[in-house]
């Protein structure tokens, strides 16, 4: 019984460990998304006001 | 024949003269025929510009015809007009060969072999989602490559009278644009992002190609700079608002999962104390019973615990589980053992209670003599089972978790867990986060555009 309740504990730590790496990955991907996504936004903000700067 | 040409024309010009006085011409048969054929071709000529037949402009000198009903029908001058109205709606499709339909949310390209061919907005998302090739648009708009440099897919566009035209390159965006907004449901999808690093890709094209040579006048392409600027600022703003939004349940899910993890191993501790506990218990009383039997240790130990029922049971259990171990001397020397201390002591344990205990008769019988029963599911017990631990909760929990982050839990497939986990290879790690899903498969390099466009000054 003892043996079981062992290893079912350690299967279940693992899944948890599983689980929040994934999490963390994601978490990761989205910050360096958000950041990618923010850098875009500025380049065409930034030509946006190149442009009409040489226009006027 | 001259004579009779002129006689005709007099008698045509002069309007008092009757119908009669036509017929008492007298002329013959053959200048009969002379005479309708020549009418025919003249008559126009008669009444509108005898003078001006020479000009070589026909169509700007003969305003005037326009006015009169009885021209206007006449054959040669129509014949005239229509070609020269052809012409301008040739000119006219050259400059404007493509269209837009609204209807079909389609695009009528006149290719170079004045061939009207049909590009639907559903190609293009087709090219884009699935990489499905269109002859028109690798033509005409923009081609998919992967640069083995950065391992990644690029969008080249191609200067063409599609691209460079900012209508129709306007019109495109504002579908894709459509596009994202009637499909929030899924912004935080593969498709999504691709629409979106397209449509940042298209605004580089048009301000590094387009705008910067445009014939436009100075208002129109500041009005157009704005508008696209404006619609990727807002898309942008959504995706991040919608990506935050995700990360702020990230971050709830790793506090429920850190709520479990604690619990399971408090519970876990739990367990291994007791089961400590109750393995030093065990080990300590075999020792005393196996190896050197002390009364005296034995009587101050019961006088210590005076002999309560968790004592008992555990002693119960001991023998229980240490029967085999017991020989029959070792319970003779207990028996013994027990008569001696009894007989010096005052009578305050129940000798034969003790005794009875160690029968085989009362080995099955929990509810001892003067004993307190031994309550097996009350909280005191030792004995922690299965149950206690609640691990089907936690399982529940954790698959309730996998299936909201749509992360696979994989309970059944325990040792690729275990290898993916515990193991620092690069390579495992490459599989663990490739089980999750499949985004870099179809990443986008998201300067492609900015590196790869041509690059004009400003000519204004």
Known sequence: MDNEIILEVKELLKHIDYLEINLSDEFQKNNKQILTLKNNLNNINELCHLLCKKIF | ?460
């Open chain 2, 1 to 460: 024949m001259l004579n009779t040409k002129s006689l005709i024309r007099r008698k045509k010009i002069t309007p008092v003269q009757s119908d009669k006085e036509f017929e008492e011409i007298n002329i013959d048969e053959n200048e009969k025929i002379i005479k309708n054929l020549e009418t025919e071709v003249i008559k126009p000529s008669i009444f509108t510009m005898p003078k001006k037949q020479e000009s070589e402009n026909i169509y700007v000198e003969n305003d005037d015809i326009f006015r009169q009903d009885n021209i206007i029908k006449e054959g040669r001058i129509g014949n005239i007009f229509d070609a020269e109205f052809k012409k301008e709606e040739q000119n006219e499709l050259k400059k404007e060969d493509i269209i837009y339909d609204e209807q079909s949310s389609s695009y009528i390209i006149i290719d170079y072999d004045n061939e009207k061919k049909t590009l639907k907005n559903e190609d293009i998302l087709n090219y884009i989602f699935n990489h499905k090739e269109n002859e028109l648009i690798k033509k005409y708009i923009f081609t998919i490559n992967y640069n083995m440099i950065n391992k990644q897919f690029e969008f080249n566009f191609i200067v063409s009278k599609f691209t460079e035209n900012i209508e129709i390159m306007i019109k495109l965006l504002n579908f894709i644009n459509d596009y994202i907004n009637n499909n929030e449901k899924d912004i935080m999808s593969e498709n999504i992002d691709k629409l979106m690093i397209f449509f940042y890709q298209i605004i580089i094209f048009i301000f590094k190609n387009i705008l910067q040579v445009s014939k436009y006048d100075k208002l129109k392409l500041a009005k157009y700079s704005s508008y696209l600027s404006y619609k990727y600022s807002t898309m942008v703003l959504k995706k991040i608002s919608n990506i935050e939004n995700n990360n702020l349940i990230i971050n709830n899910t790793f506090q429920s999962l850190f709520d479990i993890k604690k619990d399971l191993l408090s519970k876990f501790n739990q367990v291994c104390s007791l089961q400590n506990s109750n393995l030093q218990r065990h080990m300590s009383l075999n020792k005393n019973i196996t190896t050197s039997v002390e009364p005296s240790l034995i009587l101050n130990r019961s006088a210590k615990y005076k002999l309560s029922s968790e004592d008992f049971v555990d002693s119960k259990n001991l023998l229980s589980d240490n029967k085999e171990n017991l020989n029959s001397d070792s319970k003779e020397k207990i028996m013994t053992m027990f008569t001696e201390s009894a007989a010096k002591s005052d009578d305050k344990y129940n000798i034969n209670n003790i005794m009875n205990f160690f029968s085989e008769d009362n080995s099955d019988n929990n509810s001892d003599n003067n004993y307190q029963e031994v309550d097996m599911s009350s909280e005191e017990n030792i004995l922690v089972t299965e149950e206690k631990l609640n691990l089907n909760d936690i399982k529940e929990e954790l698959q309730q978790i996998s299936n909201n982050s749509n992360i696979p839990l994989e309970i059944s497939n325990k040792d690729t867990i275990s290898e993916h986990l515990y193991s620092n290879n690069l390579e495992s790690n490459k599989i663990k986060s490739s089980n999750i899903k499949s985004k870099s498969d179809y990443s986008y390099n998201t300067n492609s555009a900015l590196l790869n466009s041509k690059f004009y000054e400003l000519n204004l």
